[in-house]
């Protein structure tokens, strides 16, 4: 029952909230409408108290101006319910509208947390578990050196993804507070590419990764931090694809931007999630169910560190199938 009311809290929520607002706007319909009868009461008691004192044969000038004030009191009051009517609607739903969003951002931010909070308690103890199994392994039996050193390049590549799932949390939460202090280098952005390329084909040994480098390409900004949202998009690529298909990565430049695309061929990205890949703890599905492994931090934390180098990242679809994220720097 609890695991049934966290999945649809949202649509209970929303259900409830409405309610609320509908029988308070009812309610307020009523009142207009009872208002509006008190109202005609009234100006019907008053042409009677004048009919009563006036003879509207003797004074027919004084009878109809009576009249006529009577009638003016009466669309006076209708007019003043009908101002206090719609104002207090206008303020009722634009009231409710905006702590509707509110309340709707802070639960998608909170589901979003949660499943944050499994995923890295899921991506830390994944390389830990494999590091310590490969080091007692090591430890325990006696192997080859081709068995020793698959051991522990397996324990090396664990090791890193954990290195880098600690500096996208650090990062994010330095950039978040601006306690994080941007270079502004001279980044030889050809060759920081060519070095994660090459570290990556050590980490995915056997995996395509093809390259198309222009070479001598320079930018302004922070190697590190460009260096990180290099690494989140291939490794994101790396992901999302199949093993046997390449991952492809381009750098050209012309007079005005510089290029950076990065390419897979998998399932690609629904174009409803495109606007949405880049929030903070954005992914796709739930925990239970999710097949592919990360924090939601990665596409974020290249987003925020392109917008810091006055530059922007795009996704679109691949043909015939899979994603493309292309990076631009403006000179």
Do not use: C
Request: glycine letters at 4%.
């Amino acid at each position: 029952m609890i695991r049934i009311y966290r999945r649809y809290r949202l649509v209970i929520v929303n259900i409830v909230y409405w309610f609320l607002v509908l029988y308070i706007a009812a309610a307020l319909i009523w009142w207009y409408i009872e208002l509006g009868r008190q109202n005609r009461r009234m100006a019907q008691f008053e042409i009677s108290q004048v009919r009563s004192v006036v003879d509207s044969t003797a004074a027919p000038a004084y009878f109809a101006n009576a009249m006529g004030q009577v009638q003016a009191k009466e669309r006076l009051r209708s007019l003043g319910y009908l101002g206090e009517g719609l104002s207090s609607l206008f303020i009722i739903f634009f009231s409710a509208g905006f702590v509707f969003r509110v309340v709707r951002r802070q639960i998608r931010l909170s589901d979003q947390q949660q499943n944050f909070m499994m995923a890295v308690t899921h991506e830390l103890k994944t390389p830990i578990a494999v590091a310590k199994l490969n080091l007692e392994t090591l430890i325990k039996r006696k192997l080859s050196e081709e068995q020793q050193s698959k051991l522990i390049n397996s324990a090396l590549v664990e090791t890193e993804r954990l290195n880098q799932l600690s500096d996208n949390i650090l990062l994010a939460s330095r950039l978040e507070d601006s306690a994080y202090v941007q270079a502004r280098d001279t980044v030889p952005l050809s060759d920081l590419l060519s070095k994660a390329i090459e570290a990556f084909s050590r980490r995915f040994h056997g995996r395509m990764l093809l390259a198309e480098i222009e070479p001598n390409i320079q930018i302004e900004g922070d190697d590190l931090l460009l260096e990180l949202a290099i690494n989140n998009l291939i490794e994101n690529a790396y992901k999302y694809s199949p093993k046997d298909l390449p991952v492809r990565v381009r750098l050209w430049k012309d007079d005005k931007e510089t290029f950076l695309e990065v390419s897979d061929e998998g399932e690609g990205i629904p174009d409803d999630e495109k606007s949405m890949i880049f929030r903070k703890f954005y992914r796709v599905g739930s925990e239970e169910t999710r097949k592919t492994k990360g924090s939601g931090l990665g596409l974020y934390l290249s987003k925020t560190i392109i917008r810091r180098h006055k530059g922007k990242i795009i996704v679109k679809d691949n043909q015939p199938k899979g994603s493309v994220f292309t990076i631009t720097f403006y000179h």
